[in-house]
């Protein structure tokens, strides 16, 4: 079956710098991939997806390209703010239309001043 | 933007009763899950419904679990008898229709089932 992949369970960084969060899976259909963001008390929200091979998404400062050759879609952002202090999920659907998603572990982000 | 509510938010139960636990989604909304999330290991697809009817179950929604929404009214999981092993988060979730593409699940912000 459909697996996600997230190999960091908790990244901490101080305000301004880079982050990168890693995002593989596993299907034998062709792949819908998503981030989601919880922020603590709050419910997940979609910060981004794509079906599109190859192809750089963005929103509210994030990006990430799906790549099929390598099965990834990792989440970027070249300078985090305090308010992204959360956990991100990534999640899978092989089919896309009204599916159950696949998810990840997620990871926590913890942004220090 | 659009918000999908879930009530209560935290629920304690006795082992071997009944628990329902509901959800309000999007009104527009015609497509509706449940998500279980155990402490400490990812969110997991429980089932779909449209149109008054169960699409899709993974193996995890076992034969003691039901949803409905009779009446346009809130979405419910059903858990009877509850069993020590349902103690998770339960997150609901809802979304349009959108043959051909992918429509976005708009996610509540959880129960917290403890069974003890």
């Known amino acids: 079956g459909d697996s996600v992949t997230q190999t960091e369970g908790l990244v901490t960084l101080t305000k301004g710098l880079p982050v990168m969060l890693n995002c593989t899976y596993q299907t034998t259909y062709s792949p819908f991939l998503f981030w989601y963001v919880q922020h603590l008390n709050e419910a997940p929200k979609l910060l981004l997806k794509?079906?599109?091979?190859?192809k750089r998404t963005e929103h509210q400062g994030f990006y990430a390209t799906l790549h099929k050759s390598s099965s990834s879609f990792h989440l970027q952002k070249s300078s985090v703010q305090l308010s992204d202090s959360a956990l991100y999920f990534c999640a899978l659907s092989d089919r896309g239309y009204a599916q159950g998603l696949t998810f990840g572990l997620g990871t926590r982000v913890s942004v220090f001043p | 933007g659009p918000k999908v509510l879930q009530i209560p938010s935290h629920q304690i139960i006795d082992m071997g009763q009944m628990v329902t636990l509901n959800c309000d989604p999007v009104?527009?909304?015609?497509?509706f899950y449940w998500y279980k999330q155990i402490l400490g290991q990812q969110m997991e697809f429980l089932v779909n419904?449209?149109?008054?009817?169960?699409?899709?179950k993974s193996k995890l929604f076992k034969d003691q679990f039901s949803v409905e929404r009779p009446d346009g009214s809130y979405f419910t999981l059903k858990i009877q008898p509850t069993a020590l092993e349902d103690s998770a988060v339960y997150f609901c979730?809802?979304?349009?229709?959108?043959?051909?593409?992918?429509?976005?699940?708009?996610f509540g912000p959880g129960t917290r089932l403890t069974v003890l």
């Open positions: 979730a809802s979304s349009l229709p959108d043959w051909g593409n992918y429509a976005e699940q708009f």
């Open positions: 794509s079906s599109t091979d190859n």
């Open positions: 419904f449209y149109n008054g009817k169960v699409m899709e």
């Open positions: 009104s527009n909304h015609l497509y």
